[in-house]
């Protein structure tokens, strides 16, 4: 019995010969029609002929899969991406303690590009936030910009009753919080921890106990420059960080995936995501102290020791961005009442660039 390969070599064959000698006969004359039309032939008939060799049909898919995890990678960069729509509002407040932001209805969405729309980044509701989330183990540590970024988290998985009846919990002063949402089997935990080597010490305590998140988010910095103001040491804490963190990975950022890093653990490592300082709008900050000591200067500066800790995915770190800096920048001094604490609405945005890149990171669909 004739073989499946041998039928297809012998049509392949009768395919790009015939038709060649009968177009060569034709188009001796026309060297280079001749030649596109013997190009054509015998794509056409390697495009017949993969499925018959298992090598060249793994060698397809291989790269079909490389081309779409460089184009989630790509993805990873473009999430902040947003823009907003921050207009008044006829809404009339029947409430003396109203304040003038609420005036004003803030609407965000995703930059329209045809790379972003290539990214499908989508606006999670209940369902899909719980799926994404279901069992996972999400840790949150900082100031109260990471306080808030939890506050928009469960307003997003659990309904507003429940978060109303917790609030009071939550905004406990310089305090930590934790609960477990029973229906998803999720566990959130909440973490005052103003300064990096509060960080620091977190991440150690994680590797020594060997019991891991599933998502971290950090961020900090507010505190220190308030009450320390030297960018200089800032950067030093953020590069301590940075390793520390590094040693919770299996691969090192810096290697790719070529290689373990020395001293690691041999885990799967956790989501990990940096929640960054908001824009300050010096001329509302609500003491003389902070208008003195967290002015642009100072703001910027420790912007830049922030870039060259080399802490962030893009600039060769492990940890991705929550660009809080970017949201708070482009929504204005509208969506804040003292400078440094945004509407809500910014912290929604934030924990949906999370939830994005958590489900680009984690290569799942919804």
């Known amino acids: 019995m004739v073989g499946g390969v041998q039928i297809g070599a012998l049509a392949a064959c009768v395919v790009l010969f015939v038709p060649m000698v009968m177009a060569g006969w034709h188009l001796s004359r026309n060297k280079m029609l001749f030649f596109g039309c013997s190009l054509f032939i015998t794509l056409a008939v390697c495009v017949h002929l993969t499925p018959y060799f298992p ?8 790269f079909s899969s ?34 003038p932001n609420y005036y004003y209805e803030k609407n965000w969405d995703w930059l329209k590009s045809r ?35 939890v506050v928009s988290l469960l307003s997003l998985v659990l309904d507003q009753e429940r978060v109303d009846s917790i609030r009071g919990d939550l905004f406990k002063r310089h305090s930590d919080y934790d609960i477990v949402i029973d229906e998803i ?21 994680f590797k020594e ?39 919770l990975l299996p691969f090192s950022p810096e290697l790719g995936t070529d290689g373990p890093v020395t001293g690691s653990v041999s885990i799967r490592s956790p989501h990990l ?3 960054g300082m908001p824009m300050l709008i010096n001329g509302m900050l609500n003491t003389e102290e902070k208008r003195l000591k967290m002015n642009d200067l100072m703001w910027h500066a420790y912007d830049r020791a922030l870039g060259d800790s080399k802490l962030l995915r893009q600039t060769g770190g492990p940890l991705v961005l929550l660009d809080i800096q970017s949201l708070t920048w482009n929504c204005g001094p509208r969506c ?31």
């Open 185 to 205: 089997g999720t566990k959130l935990d909440f973490i005052w921890a103003p300064f990096e080597t509060n960080l620091t010490d977190l991440v150690i305590k």
């Open 209 to 247: 106990k060997r019991k891991y998140p599933d998502v971290l988010v950090m961020g900090t910095g507010l505190w220190h420059m308030l009450h320390v103001g030297n960018a200089s040491d800032y950067g030093v804490s953020l590069r301590s960080l940075k390793r520390s963190v590094v040693s």
């Open 115 to 149: 790379k972003l729309d290539a990214c499908e980044f989508q606006k999670f509701d209940k369902s899909d936030a719980s799926d994404l989330l279901n069992g996972s183990w999400v840790v949150v540590v900082g100031d109260s910009q990471a306080r808030l970024l």
């Open 336 to 366: 804040t009442l003292d400078g440094m604490h945004y509407d809500a609405a910014v912290y929604d945005a934030a924990v949906h660039i999370m939830l994005n890149a958590l489900l680009i990171e984690s290569h799942q669909r919804l």
């Open 66 to 99: 490389f081309v779409v995890f460089d184009h989630r990678d790509s993805c990873i960069n473009l999430v902040n991406q947003i823009i907003w729509d921050v207009k008044p509002t006829h809404r009339v407040v029947n409430n003396t303690s109203f304040t």
């Open 273 to 275: 995501f940096w929640l």
């Open 55 to 62: 090598s060249v049909s793994d060698f397809a898919t291989s």
